[in-house]
């Protein structure tokens, strides 16, 4: 089993920023390909970013690029995620989550462990 464990959310204003972070223990050896989700109220979850374990390979929803960038450190089995200039839209809890696959994916049901959230709320 691996537990994702998220932080950093908070509230912001508009074109702020935040930086959240998700510490992976436990059998890490499992937690590969990692990913970054968010769900809204009445929404249904969606892909935000997600990058390979090696943290070569990354990829991004279409509304955050340009402005989030998802980052690691295998060393302290972290994953980061710096979000800049930051939309009301862009308010939701955030999920940490880790697959055991090595691939890169965009698609919520490959990924096997997932953290309990942190709520990221901008205000306008």
Known sequence: ??????????LVQAGGSLRLSCVASGRTFGANAMGWFRQAPG????????????????DYADSVK??????????????????NSLKPEDTAVY???????????????VYDYWGQG????VSS
């Open 1 to 10: 089993q691996v537990q994702l464990v998220e932080s950093g959310g908070g």
């Open 66 to 83: 340009g402005r989030f960038t998802v980052t690691g450190d295998n060393a302290k089995n972290t994953v980061y995620l710096q979000m």
């Open 118 to 121: 942190t709520q990221v709320t």
């Open 43 to 58: 929404k249904d979850r969606e892909f935000v970013a997600a990058i390979s374990r090696s943290l070569v390979n990354t």
């Open 95 to 109: 999920y940490c989550a880790a697959s055991r696959s090595y691939r890169v994916t965009t698609r919520a049901y």
